[in-house]
């Protein structure tokens, strides 16, 4: 899937930029992922496995985000006949608070929509305040467990003509 840009680079919108995430990138996002994550693994009493993460990453795509040469993060997606999943956004420090969480998920559903998958879909831990950016962006809860929030929004097609 190539959406557009050069030199291996998915350069989507302004500054900010998808860059195929390479075998030599899984030791980073582990480490960002276990940093960021591992707060909510203790809260709710859950283990964390690097060869858990390890094996995930080996079966999604897997983008890094990019401003210039600087990596912001990665973002993980995987696909059913249905949605588009962000399995993964995780952002370095320096990198939030910017609207990068914001401009990522209006890619994901750009991503979404042009594929022809009906939904957006993601899971989040119920404390994890990123919720409220995705709530914020029209993702709504559709299933939770003791843990998770499962949130959806419907990708829609664009609408053609002069409005």
Not at 6 to 31: C, H
Not at 64 to 92: H, K, M, N, P, T
């Amino acid at each position: 899937m190539v959406w557009g840009g050069g030199a291996g680079d998915r350069l989507v919108s302004g500054r900010w930029r998808f860059r195929p995430a390479l075998d030599a990138d899984l030791a980073f996002a582990r480490q960002l992922t276990r940093a960021n994550m591992m707060a909510y693994y203790c809260e709710y009493d859950l283990l964390w496995l690097d060869e858990a993460f390890d094996l995930a990453w080996a079966g999604r795509q897997n983008e890094l985000l990019c401003d210039g040469e600087q990596v912001l993060g990665f973002v993980s997606f995987s696909r059913d006949a249905r949605a588009l999943y962000i399995r993964e956004l995780q952002l370095v420090e320096s990198g939030r608070g910017q609207g990068l969480g914001s401009w990522l998920i209006g890619r994901a559903l750009e991503i979404a929509v042009r594929e022809g998958r009906q939904e957006l879909r993601l899971t989040v831990f119920k404390s994890n305040p990123a919720q409220r950016l995705y709530r914020r962006q029209g993702l709504v809860v559709v299933g939770e467990d003791e843990c998770f929030l499962r949130m959806s929004l419907a990708a829609l097609k664009p609408i053609s003509g002069n409005s």
